[in-house]
């Protein structure tokens, strides 16, 4: 879960690529397009941040 936590603040509030998130936490692209791709699908962001 704290990935999970670390990868969407990196994509979403900071911004960063995909892979600027997967190289910071040592994850591939793929796991990183699959964390954002399901947080759009959850609505767990929108325009670009990470609703809490």
Same mark, same amino acid.
């Given at each position: 879960?704290? %990935?999970?936590?670390?990868? #969407? +603040? *990196?994509? #979403? =509030?900071?911004? *960063?690529?995909?892979?600027?998130? !997967? +190289?910071?936490? %040592? /994850?591939?692209? &793929?796991? /990183? !397009?699959?964390?954002?791709? +399901? !947080?759009? =699908? @959850?609505? @767990?962001?929108?325009? &670009?941040?990470? @609703?809490?």
């Amino acid at each position: 879960m704290r %990935q999970a936590r670390a990868i #969407f +603040r *990196l994509k #979403f =509030e900071a911004g *960063l690529s995909h892979d600027q998130v !997967a +190289r910071a936490c %040592q /994850v591939s692209k &793929g796991v /990183v !397009a699959k964390y954002a791709r +399901r !947080a759009r =699908e @959850l609505g @767990l962001s929108k325009k &670009g941040q990470v @609703l809490t």
